[in-house]
């Protein structure tokens, strides 16, 4: 069973900082690209950061500069460092796993930026 655990996240005032971690069981991450979305209310889940098997990396343009994502194969863990968080940050975090054509979601983390 495929399993997808994240946590890190909580309550920070705008200008804070969090780590996000995500750890996997049930599959090997090493050869897996991994991304981490968040989804605010009332709106559509959102691409946040990828990193390849390779670790090179993307990110959305709202959050270039100020978050960092990073992968421990070692580990079999992802992590999302966040600095400089803005109110409009706020939102469910997500992790993605894409394994062969088959992707899997954490149950995902609430972030809050309060201004």
């Known amino acids: 069973q495929v399993q997808l655990v994240e946590s890190g996240g909580g309550l920070v005032q705008a200008g804070g900082a969090l780590r996000l971690s995500c750890v996997a069981s049930?599959?090997?991450?090493?050869?897996?690209?991994m991304a981490w979305y968040r989804q605010a209310p009332g709106k559509q889940r959102e691409l946040v950061a990828r990193?390849?098997?390779?670790?090179?990396?993307t990110y959305a343009d709202s959050v270039k500069g100020r978050f960092t994502i990073s992968r421990n194969n070692a580990k079999n863990a992802v992590y999302l460092q966040m600095n400089r968080l803005k109110p409009e940050d706020t939102a469910v975090y997500y992790c993605?796993?894409?394994?062969?054509?088959?992707?899997?979601w954490g149950q995902g983390t609430q972030v809050t930026v309060s201004s």
């Open positions: 993605q796993a894409s394994v062969v054509a088959t992707m899997y």
């Open positions: 049930g599959i090997i991450i090493r050869g897996s690209p």
């Open positions: 990193i390849s098997t390779v670790s090179s990396t």
